[in-house]
């Protein structure tokens, strides 16, 4: 290329690039002008008003400049607030699931920390069995958690097996609540240590729970606790445990129902006990709820 | 350890930021990710399997051979070798099932010492090598920003595939502002939420629809919608962690994800579904041969084979791979010119039957299962319209899945957005007012998902 040609393409570059310039500072001075500050609006997420007291008089790029700082300074501002209020409530949880729990159940794991449990990997891997298995304040989640499934959920259901006919629209496979059931439930009854025996009580075992056609599921069984009285040396009026002697017994029994939802059984039986005596002569007059798996 | 894992966000998270901000060079920031990227690696396994990173010197050096070399020979046998030593690696630890079937005992390895998603970690090494050999990236000769690249647990999980070009010049200098903080916090919180709040109601409806010893019509659809529902929010959500955590530390990942178009049909919702991984089997398989027919062809089909393989060794997916590959060909050469004649609601009953199909086809493993399935699904060989259960846990999970259904739905999030903007846009107070419940909600997000967490 001769040098006459580079010259001439020389000059028209700074041409060019004079005419872009003065183009620009036209166009933001041309934007500056059509900005309507009264009405005006950021572009970004951050649409704040600009405050009323500009006029277009005043409007210049140093304003905008200046618009666009105090908008950044706002959203910087709620960016901060978020943050903070976020990474505090992480840290505040992370502390407390932590340090709120007893050290003595780092040390029943056995999980000390050495050379070796770090290296082969076992420190960490007992590190997160047991942050997750002793979590502090697990059952306030569960409940929170309860919580949070009604506002989301339309209700609690239990998983009842059945299916909903295709014809009538009724649920079919289940029995309904309000016809008298047979159920088969088996107890075992735990291994009992003393010997006292021979008294005769009445039971009232109340049963809750879903009903299954078909094998019987585990029922779960409230029993009220009863006051018996026992003719020993101190004659006194003790509240005591008794546990059922019919090891491996099935039995069979009719109930009704009483609600319309779960099906709730009452029924009466007799039978033989272990009656556990007092250790000791004071009086016991505590109540205590034992729940029996059948 | 996961990223939903309450010992990562109320442990490992807080701790790692806070001591990343200890220093703000790029330098520190580079070593303290590398330093977690090891601990979170090892969590729970032995440290020896560190040694795998031992495979970042071969790949340095594959990638300044593939860049450097001056025979084109020694530039196509270095991306081989990366390629092959990779492809090993996946093989040994991510089928190593295999080798237990097949009697090779010395290769079967217990389960604590098959690190965690090395299928992202050996996509990345074959990545990185294979963009210095195509000339789209220079060769790194500092090999501790690849390190930084190729262990970075960010990526880790669930991916994304972030190829090396993309962050590069982040790796070698980066600050992290208070809007990086602000979007990374609350990206990752609405990840854990998506994972254990959305995913977990999705799963659970999932497992009482396709459970076959009550196998009913309306468990048939509703439970492959909720696998669909359930799939999809898992993974966006943990690829949405990976986003947070990337942004929390500076970083600015590209989007996995593109939304939904009707008139994409399949082949949108496969290049935009995982869409970094579609696009780096896209580059080396397909765009290469893409004038010549027949090899584009057999490029898809490549790669639909080699996706289906790459995310689960078994028939299904294999066949799940071809079938979505042969449905975008089929696309590309007729149906997609016949389609765009017909109304949209046609695509889309077309496009959503596809996918449905599709999906039952990644779910079942075995194809007596897919074919009862498929009956279930016009009532044959079922007696009942739907099970008490699947009723139930539908009811239960009506809000959630109705919310989901939206989210999924790009325009319903659109309008949403723009309304919110609209308001926020009136006067400082409204835009104060978003600002707040943006942060409130945060707030519960975190605390649902963490109570929702300890319940599952």
Aim: one cysteine or more; aromatic letters at 14%.
């Amino acid at each position: 290329m001769s040098k006459k040609r580079k010259r001439k393409l020389n000059n028209s570059q700074v041409k060019n690039n004079r005419r872009n310039s003065n183009f620009k500072e036209n166009n933001y001075q041309k934007k500056a002008d059509d900005y309507d500050y009264e009405n005006a609006v950021y572009p970004d997420n951050a649409c704040l008003t600009v405050p009323p007291e500009k006029n277009e008089e005043d409007s210049s790029k140093g304003d905008i400049v200046l618009h666009k700082i105090g908008r950044e300074a706002v959203v910087g501002e709620y960016n901060f607030i978020n943050v903070a209020v976020v990474f505090i409530l992480i840290m505040i949880m992370g502390i407390s699931f932590a340090l709120l729990r007893n050290t003595d159940e780092y040390i029943e794991n056995n999980n000390k920390i050495s050379t070796e449990t770090v290296l082969n990997g076992k420190f960490t891997k007992k590190l997160s069995k047991n942050y997750m298995k002793r979590l502090p304040g697990k059952q306030l989640l569960f409940d929170a958690n309860r919580v949070f499934s009604y506002a989301y959920g339309l209700g609690s259901y239990n998983d009842e097996k059945g299916f909903v006919s295709a014809d009538t629209g009724k649920i079919i496979g289940i029995k309904t609540y309000n016809e008298p059931i047979m159920v088969t439930l088996t107890t075992t009854a735990p291994p009992t240590t003393t010997q006292y025996t021979g008294k005769t009580t009445n039971t009232t075992v109340k049963i809750s729970g879903s009903v299954f056609v078909g094998p019987p599921g585990p029922l779960t069984t409230t029993k009220k606790t009863k006051k018996t009285t026992t003719k020993k040396t101190t004659a006194k009026t003790t509240s005591v445990t008794t546990t059922t002697a019919f090891t491996g017994t099935t039995w069979s029994f009719k109930g009704t129902t009483t609600k319309s939802g779960l099906p709730d059984f009452s029924m009466t039986t007799s039978h033989t006990t272990l009656v556990e005596p007092p250790t000791s002569a004071s009086t016991t007059t505590g109540v205590s709820n034992e729940e029996q798996q059948f | 350890m996961l990223y939903s894992d309450l010992i990562f966000i109320y442990g490992f998270l807080p701790i790692t930021i806070l001591i990343t901000f200890l220093d703000r060079s790029t330098e520190y920031k580079n070593l303290i990710l590398v330093l977690t990227s090891v601990v979170f690696f090892t969590f729970g396994r032995p440290i020896i399997i560190c040694l795998l990173f031992l495979t970042v010197i071969f790949d340095y050096l594959f990638g300044l051979a593939a860049g450097y070399g001056r025979k084109k020979w020694l530039r196509a046998l270095s991306f081989f070798c990366s390629i092959v030593m990779n492809s090993t690696l996946y093989i040994v630890f991510c089928w190593n099932s295999l080798f237990k079937n097949f009697g090779i005992e010395q290769l079967t390895l217990t389960k604590k010492l098959i690190p965690m998603c090395i299928a992202f970690y050996t996509i990345r090494g074959i990545s990185y090598v294979g963009d210095v050999y195509k000339k789209r990236i220079k060769p790194e000769k500092n090999i501790f920003c690849l390190l930084v690249y190729m262990v970075n647990y960010h990526f880790m999980v669930a991916g994304p595939i972030v190829r090396y070009g993309d962050i590069s010049d982040k790796i070698r200098r980066r600050t992290i502002t208070g809007q990086n903080l602000n979007d990374g916090l609350n990206r990752f919180i609405i990840g854990f939420a998506k994972v254990m709040i959305l995913g977990i109601s999705f799963e659970k409806v999932k497992e009482a629809g396709l459970n076959f010893a009550e196998l009913t019509p309306f468990g048939a659809w509703v439970g492959m919608l909720a696998f669909i529902g359930n799939i999809y929010f898992v993974f966006t959500g943990y690829i949405d962690m990976a986003m947070g955590l990337g942004l929390l530390n500076g970083f600015k990942y590209k989007e996995n994800f593109l939304p939904y178009s009707v008139r994409g049909y399949v082949s949108g919702i496969v290049k935009g579904f995982n869409k970094l991984l579609i696009d780096f089997f896209e580059d080396f398989l397909v765009v290469p041969f893409k004038k010549n027919k027949s090899r584009y062809i057999s490029g898809v089909l490549l790669s639909g084979v080699l996706i289906g393989l790459w995310y689960g060794f078994s028939q299904n997916f294999l066949i799940f791979g071809l079938y979505f590959a042969l449905l975008v060909i089929i696309e590309k050469l007729f149906l997609k010119r016949i389609l765009d004649k017909l109304p949209k609601i046609i695509g889309f009953i077309y496009t959503f039957f596809a996918v449905f199909v599709g999906a039952a086809i990644a779910y079942f493993s075995k194809l007596e299962d897919f074919l009862n399935w498929f009956k279930a699904l016009f009532g044959v060989g079922t007696d009942y319209m739907w099970s008490v259960n699947m009723r139930n846990k539908t009811l239960s999970y009506l809000f959630l899945l109705i919310i989901g259904v939206f989210i999924i739905i790009p325009g319903f999030k659109n309008i949403i957005k723009s309304q919110l903007k609209a308001f926020s846009q009136k006067s400082e107070k409204n835009y104060a007012v978003i600002r707040i419940s943006q942060t409130v909600c945060i707030c519960l997000l975190l605390a649902m998902a963490t109570a929702s967490s300890v319940t599952a």
